[in-house]
């Protein structure tokens, strides 16, 4: 069976967005006032596994190059990818936990909240590099238009230490839920990255007027 995760539309009229600096994958958010980012997630910046899956036959040397030349894109701890793996599960807001040289793991879903809602305990999956078989992007979510690359027929997976290698979320401010704060996890499309979050088990879209901090 294979394990679909419903992500939803909201839009957000204001919101502030506390985040640890993301100037390699997003853009720069330097903090104008102190803000204990770990009162609400633990998530450090440092050395650790990145997973770069680039095309069959091309040489990686940077993130930077691998982006702008499409060669094909990195996969990094914390983030949420659209990945299908052999075993015909796949998965849509799972967060990546860890990786190492032969192995992904991986959320079964977004949060606790999340998996309390499906009625299922919330646990880590582990699979090797070898199983992953699809990661799907988002061209246009109102068209609900996807491209899907098959990683095992045309790519090749590379794990490569860097620093940085975590894409920590970022912590938002719903000024129009009495100012509550959520974790927001960085999502990959074919734009770039965006935003998700859970309300009441569910997961949404960050979209409209958000102030970064």
Same mark, same amino acid.
């Given at each position: ?20 600096? $993301? ?5 720069? $958010? *330097? ?10 997630? +633990?998530?450090?910046?440092? +050395? ?29 701890? %914390? ?12 998965? %849509? ?13 991986? $959320? ?19 699979? *090797? ?46 000024? +129009? ?37």
């Amino acid at each position: 069976m294979k394990n679909y995760k419903l992500i939803l539309f909201l839009l957000m009229l204001s919101a502030r967005i506390f985040s640890q600096n $993301t100037i390699n994958d997003t853009v720069n $958010t *330097p903090a104008e006032e102190p803000f204990d980012y770990k009162k609400y997630y +633990e998530c450090d910046f440092g +050395e650790g596994n990145v997973l770069i899956v680039i095309k069959k036959g091309k040489e990686f040397t940077d993130l930077k190059d691998l982006r702008k030349s499409g060669k094909g894109f990195a996969i990094k701890m %914390e983030a949420i990818y659209s990945m299908e793996f052999a075993d015909g599960q796949r998965y %849509e807001s799972s967060v990546v936990k860890k990786i190492t040289n032969d192995s992904l793991s991986i $959320t079964n879903f977004f949060n606790e909240n999340s998996a309390k809602l499906a009625g299922q305990p919330f646990k880590l999956i582990n699979y *090797p590099l070898s199983s992953l078989k699809y990661v799907r992007f988002i061209d246009d979510r109102m068209l609900s238009l996807y491209s899907k690359k098959n990683i095992q027929k045309n790519f090749d997976l590379i794990v490569r230490k860097m620093d940085r290698a975590k894409m920590c979320p970022a912590v938002i401010q719903f000024k +129009e839920k009495n100012n509550e704060m959520k974790v927001c996890h960085f999502y990959l499309t074919s734009q770039g990255y965006d935003l998700l979050y859970e309300d009441k088990g569910r997961v949404y879209y960050m979209e409209g007027r958000v102030e970064w901090k």
